[in-house]
């Protein structure tokens, strides 16, 4: 069964770095893992995809173990204009799921 | 243009009603999603079109009928729903069709329609 785990919340000061794990144990062998971020009343928001070991580009990392049984999600030095649900996606076949979301509350 | 848009904003109707949901895209996406997001919930896929045929269906209730008249439209058409069918409708589009990442492409998402059902 397709599935993906991730924390419920998590808090953080502004200008910390922020590490939101996403464990997707059955991944297949060509699916991709894509970070989306959501705030309220809006839809999702792209935010990084990856294959394997590290993706970067100008708002966050990605990290994926080479096992591929779990990814990383890194924010740097985040705002408070971060705090938003960011939800973990992964495809299994033609499966979509998204991961049930972590709340991320950014405080000052 | 990079936008999806989705009409209108905010839908009430009742149970006897018959209702669509409208999507648009510009950007030349051959792949285009229907969405249902309840409250503090993920996004749940219904519907994939892929250049304007059904890819994928999941299990929806008939009483929601989708629908794809060109690669740039999505409609989403309701009749007798039932209150639990109140929710956020989103679209999506993708680049490509499905192709070697299946429907792991990136995925961009219109702001939603914020259905009630009464």
């Known amino acids: 069964l397709a599935k993906t785990t991730q924390p419920i919340s998590m808090d953080s000061y502004e200008g910390q770095e922020v590490n939101i794990t996403c464990s997707h144990n059955?991944?297949?062998?060509?699916?991709?893992i894509t970070w989306y971020q959501q705030f309220p009343s809006q839809g999702p928001r792209f935010i990084i995809q990856?294959?394997?070991t590290k993706v970067t580009n100008e708002v966050a990392s990605l990290f994926i173990p080479a096992d591929r049984k779990s990814s990383t999600l890194s924010l740097p030095r985040v705002s408070l204009s971060d705090t938003a649900v960011y939800y973990c996606?992964?495809?299994?076949?033609?499966?979509?799921?998204f991961g049930a979301g972590t709340i991320l509350r950014v405080k000052s | 243009d990079t936008e999806v848009t989705q009409t209108p904003k905010h839908l009430v109707m009742g149970m006897t009603n018959k209702k669509s949901l409208k999507c648009e895209q510009h950007?030349?996406?051959?792949?285009m999603y229907w969405y249902k997001q309840k409250a503090k919930k993920p996004p749940e896929l219904m519907f994939v079109?892929?250049?304007?045929?059904?890819?994928i269906n999941e299990s929806v209730p008939s009483r929601f009928s989708p629908e794809c008249p060109n690669s740039s439209l999505l409609n989403l058409h309701l009749h007798a729903l039932q209150p639990e069918d109140s929710a956020l409708y989103l679209c999506?589009?993708?680049?490509?069709?499905?192709?070697?990442?299946?429907?792991?492409?990136?995925?961009?998402f219109g702001p939603g329609t914020r259905l009630l059902v009464l």
């Open positions: 059955n991944i297949a062998t060509n699916d991709y």
């Open positions: 950007m030349g996406h051959r792949a």
């Open positions: 999506a589009s993708s680049q490509g069709g499905g192709g070697d990442r299946g429907f792991g492409e990136t995925q961009y």
């Open positions: 990856g294959y394997k």
């Open positions: 079109y892929s250049y304007e045929k059904l890819s």
């Open positions: 996606l992964v495809v299994w076949g033609n499966k979509l799921v």
